[in-house]
């Protein structure tokens, strides 16, 4: 499956590639016998977009390497920096169209320059616009067949340019029959729409090298899995970590109650690793809390906790609770939002209350990151 999908993405680019090789050819030709600065730039546009196909086929190729001694967790997260070399290109092109629409703009003034084509012309620029919508389809299509974000990306990428080379064809149908100059501007506008695409594809591909939280769908059906598994009485702490495209490294606490043998334990264990490795394509650590709320003694120091925790609004979950009355001691873990100026503070104020009301008793809290429960 997974060289399947590298396949597809490395057949695509490459007919990517051929397609915006001869858009540049065709635009680049028509733009210098014309003297047409906003086609000479849609042409380098054209060319980058070229190249991006180029290191999408380099970076789904390192991307799909075994994973080595160096590396055990493989090398699918080149996927985001190919991400991030196709924005510093995309960066590069608009801004060099901005500079030239500049300069074409300046000379018009200073010497009345004109762009001159004839109607063949304007009827190869319409012809490139529709190869360029085909290309953007095709690319969009088959980004969403095999779940590839640069290829929906290099999609997008070339619709938008099909509207842009629309905006040039306007400027070249109005300096030829109304002897109007409007392409510098047209220019300085396509640079701009190009900039802002690159900054979008820089700030979504940096965002997933960082770390993204998974979509809360995602997480919420995985939970739901683990808690039908029988024996488990709760799923807590759940940690995704994306190492490429279905690649995951895992973790997540389940609740059992404490009557429970190792045997038993480690039945539930396998059946939740198995589960996320077959159907989430995870790697998955399983940790357990034990629930000993069965006497009288443990409920009631349990329902105090809990009336403590719903004084706090930033507290989301309190979990893992635990008393060992021949010790006396009590335990639990909190997750407390990111949205809570002084997290460690909130921590602290429950703790303290805890054993104010548990006199005798050693209070331990966790502070748990919120890793998947808020919206």
Request: overall charge negative.
């Amino acid at each position: 499956m997974k060289n399947d999908r590298e396949k597809v993405i490395v057949k695509t680019s490459v007919l990517g590639i051929i397609g915006n090789v001869f858009l540049v050819a065709f635009k680049a030709f028509v733009g210098i016998l014309a003297g047409s600065i906003a086609i000479i730039m849609d042409a380098v546009n054209n060319f980058t977009d070229a190249l991006s196909s180029t290191i999408t086929i380099a970076g789904t190729k390192l991307a799909g390497k075994k994973p080595d001694k160096k590396h055990p967790y493989g090398y699918g997260r080149i996927e985001y920096l190919t991400s991030t070399l196709i924005a510093v290109l995309i960066l590069f092109a608009g801004g060099m169209a901005v500079v030239e629409s500049v300069k074409s703009i300046i000379d018009h003034f200073q010497n009345g320059t004109m762009p001159s084509f004839e109607v063949y012309s304007i009827v190869i620029v319409a012809v490139a616009i529709g190869v360029k919508i085909a290309i953007g389809l095709f690319f969009r299509q088959r980004g969403k067949s095999i779940e590839s974000d640069a290829l929906e990306a290099s999609g997008m990428d070339a619709l938008f340019d099909s509207v842009l080379s629309t905006a040039t064809l306007v400027g070249v149908i109005v300096a030829k029959f109304a002897n109007v100059y409007i392409e510098g501007y047209l220019g300085i506008a396509i640079g701009l729409f190009i900039l802002k695409s690159g900054f979008e594809v820089m700030r979504e591909s940096l965002s997933s090298m960082i770390g993204d939280r998974f979509e809360r769908d995602y997480i919420v059906a995985i939970k739901e899995e683990i808690n039908s598994i029988e024996g488990v009485r709760g799923c807590y702490d759940l940690i995704l970590n994306n190492y490429g495209h279905d690649r995951n490294i895992g973790s997540v606490h389940i609740g059992v109650s404490d009557t429970l043998t190792a045997k038993d334990i480690q039945a539930i264990e396998r059946k939740i690793a198995l589960l996320m490795y077959k159907k989430y394509n995870t790697i998955m650590t399983v940790g357990i809390y034990a629930d000993n709320q069965s006497d009288q003694a443990s409920r009631e120091i349990f329902e105090k906790v809990c009336e403590t925790v719903k004084k706090h609004s930033t507290v989301l979950q309190m979990h893992g609770f635990y008393v060992d009355l021949s010790e006396k001691v009590i335990s639990f873990d909190l997750v407390i939002s990111f949205d809570d100026p002084d997290p460690e503070g909130t921590i602290c104020a429950i703790k303290q209350e805890t054993e104010q009301q548990n006199e005798g008793y050693q209070v331990f809290v966790q502070y748990d990151q919120d890793f998947s429960l808020s919206e």
